[in-house]
């Protein structure tokens, strides 16, 4: 008889694919698990913290909400809202699934022990006690004065559209207590290199560029947000190239006042911002919070590099609020009724952000 039930625990077993128990795993109590968060009585971490606390390489493909985490040659593949997860190609049942709130996924504790310990083979890192906060934030209107940026086939300009935005996110974000500059107020042409050297004068903790696309094809649109990387695809390197093309107007004034500009692009090298994990989350973040609220197509988190986010020693992003090329939203962009939305989006998730970042401790390793 007891053979019958170990062969039919097998087969179930076999079909279902593996499942972690989190009963017999013991929660350490270090400053990754010490700040959970609950969900149906579970305790559970944030996906990215996870990763940043034993400094794993991550990837979050937005198309097919596929999360995947790796170390070396081993990975483990996670979605939100799914009990199912994927361990170097195996299925493996969890008993928990992964939580999706507020454009954050979050691991149960237990699960994400197993996988550090159990797949990774990693020995838990001392927490470095340092307390983040996040009171300064920077905004840069994108262009301005004698470089409109884009200009749709009507006269909206990028210009004007990126700076009314950035003037109501200004006032929300003030009413939440937080100290906001705006690298501009007014149609002035503002050198690209000295809106980080700004940014960084204030000692701001974020750096929030925004801008209005374009494309020589009038069906393109929707929303993306990038930070500071390599170029992800073709669009992403064409459109830093746009957006960089400010740099002419640079040559003019260093000309006359005889200075010259450090983010020339010709002069960069492959190092990475500082922040450039930080930047990647907060770029999620506006990114998941945003683009659905809007009701715009989804084009994705990407990586470029822009001059704009170069020299910001901070966590750094650029945001396009959509296409001045698309008859749609052009229309759309030119109500203040729908710039109001999105000035209304994009300060409800950095104040998210703010949240996670500051009870985490900036997810210190």
């Not at 010490?34 to 969900?39: D, P």
């Not at 799914?82 to 994927?86: H, I, K, R």
């Not at 909206?156 to 200004?170: A, C, F, G, N, Y």
């Given at each position: 008889m007891k053979k019958h039930i170990v062969l039919v625990l097998i087969i179930l077993f076999t079909l279902s694919g593996c499942t972690f128990h989190s009963e017999i795993v013991r929660v350490p109590d270090v400053g990754l698990y010490?700040?959970?968060?609950?969900?149906n009585g579970v305790r559970y971490v944030s996906v990215l913290r996870f990763c940043d606390y034993y400094n794993l390489d991550w990837d979050w493909d937005l198309v097919s909400q596929r999360i995947e985490v790796k170390k070396g040659t081993s990975s483990v593949v996670l979605r939100p809202d799914?009990?199912?997860?994927?361990v170097n190609n195996k299925p493996v049942k969890l008993d928990n699934p992964i939580?999706?709130?507020d454009g954050a996924a979050y691991i149960p504790v237990k699960t994400a022990i197993f996988v550090s310990e159990d797949i990774f083979g990693l020995k838990r890192p001392i927490p470095v006690r340092k307390y983040y906060r996040i009171k300064t934030i920077v905004i840069d209107p994108g262009h301005g004065g004698k470089d409109p940026g884009a200009i749709s086939r009507y006269?909206?300009?990028?210009?004007?559209?990126?700076?009314?935005?950035?003037?109501?996110?200004?006032r929300n974000l003030e009413k939440q207590g937080l100290t906001v500059y705006l690298t501009r107020d007014r149609d002035k042409f503002i050198p690209l290199y000295r809106r980080t050297a700004f940014a960084n004068s204030k000692n701001a903790d974020l750096f929030v560029s925004v801008h209005a696309n374009a494309s020589r094809y009038s069906q393109a649109r929707g929303f993306e947000v990038y930070y500071l990387s390599e170029a992800t695809d073709d669009n992403a390197r064409a459109l830093a190239a746009a957006e960089n093309a400010s740099l002419k107007f640079e040559e003019e004034i260093a000309s006359q006042d005889g200075t010259s500009s450090p983010a020339n692009p010709t002069a960069w090298d492959l190092l990475l911002s500082e922040h450039r994990r930080e930047s990647r989350e907060l770029a999620y973040y506006i990114y998941n919070m945003t683009a659905d609220s809007l009701g715009m197509r989804k084009r994705g988190v990407k990586s470029a590099r822009f001059v704009v986010l170069k020299g910001a020693i901070m966590p750094a992003v650029l945001i396009e609020v959509g296409f001045l090329t698309n008859r749609r939203e052009e229309s759309k962009l030119r109500r203040t009724s729908f710039r109001d939305k999105i000035a209304g989006l994009l300060s409800r998730s950095i104040l998210a952000y703010?949240?996670?970042y500051e009870r985490t401790d900036a997810w210190s390793r």
């Open positions: 010490n700040q959970s968060v609950m969900f799914s009990d199912l997860a994927l939580e999706y709130k006269g909206t300009k990028e210009k004007d559209i990126v700076l009314d935005i950035s003037k109501r996110l200004k703010k949240r996670e």
